[in-house]
């Protein structure tokens, strides 16, 4: 089946209300699919393996009763949603990018919350390391077709905290990117409590906000913060 047909009676099937998250099996996948399924919303987790996928769909249908929450392959998830979320570590997202890539369709937004931690070349996850396009985010973009809009968010939102259904996540979401796309965002975060959205501007300060959370895992450390700390702007107008 064509992509485009396959794209529109897939989310016929599941509304054009779900949410996909690739990586969805692992932390912080599994607290932001436990979140939107919370707050009612269809949930779509993608894996490379569709057992795997399963196996997190079904454990989030039973931590959040009588949620709609379904396992793909992360190349069907992203054919699947109109906002897919990209939860992977840094180093297999571009390869995680380029493996879906050709099932994007423009007008699809691209949320990257990767973090270029320097644990992924063996260092500390307490720092950042440098990346070419400046950021995550917009090593991101500049893998994924023309009309995609990438928008970064929620890397200083902790997978514990997410998690933690019992408990509002208490931080702000800098959101980057195209304005529509972060208005989309902005959206998301508002159904999680505690999170407040903060408009981040252009997509080239995602590489800020991805080093905070460097600074973040450090404090949690030093700290013993077990749910992890967020950050928060106050006097900004809400
Ligand atoms: N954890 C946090 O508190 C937190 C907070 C803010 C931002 N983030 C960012 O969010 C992203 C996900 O973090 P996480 O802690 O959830 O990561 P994770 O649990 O280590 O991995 C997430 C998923 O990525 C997939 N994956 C792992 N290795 C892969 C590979 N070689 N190729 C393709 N896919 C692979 C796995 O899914 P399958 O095996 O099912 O395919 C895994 O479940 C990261 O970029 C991280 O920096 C995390």
Not at 110 to 135: C, F, N, Y
Not at 137 to 157: M, Y
Not at 174 to 185: A, Q, Y
């Amino acid at each position: 089946m064509a992509n485009t047909a396959y794209i529109f009676a897939t989310m016929k099937y599941l509304n054009e209300q779900a949410i996909a998250i690739l990586g969805g099996t692992g932390d912080q996948g599994l607290g932001l699919a436990l979140r939107f399924a919370k707050a009612g919303r269809s949930v779509i987790v993608g894996s490379r393996k569709v057992e795997r996928a399963e196996a997190t769909a079904k454990e989030v249908m039973s931590l959040v009763p009588g949620s709609k929450v379904y396992g793909f392959e992360n190349s069907r998830a992203a054919q699947s949603a109109p906002i897919i979320f990209l939860s992977i570590p840094f180093e297999s997202a571009a390869i995680t990018v380029k493996a879906v890539r050709k099932e994007l369709q423009p007008g699809q937004i691209l949320v990257s919350m990767v973090v270029p931690l320097a644990s992924s070349i063996g260092d500390s996850p307490v720092r950042t390391i440098g990346v070419h396009q400046g950021s995550a985010a917009e090593l991101v973009k500049s893998l994924v077709p023309k009309g995609v809009k990438v928008v970064s968010a929620l890397q200083n939102v902790s997978a514990q905290g997410l998690q933690s259904l019992d408990e509002d996540v208490e931080c702000d979401v800098v959101i980057s990117g195209p304005k529509d796309g972060r208005e989309e965002v902005a959206k998301l975060c508002a159904l999680i409590p505690g999170l407040r959205s903060v408009n981040g501007g252009d997509l080239s300060n995602a590489r800020v906000v991805e080093e905070i959370t460097g600074l973040l895992i450090g404090l949690n450390i030093r700290y013993r913060m077990p749910t992890g700390i967020g950050i928060r702007f106050p006097g900004l107008p809400e």
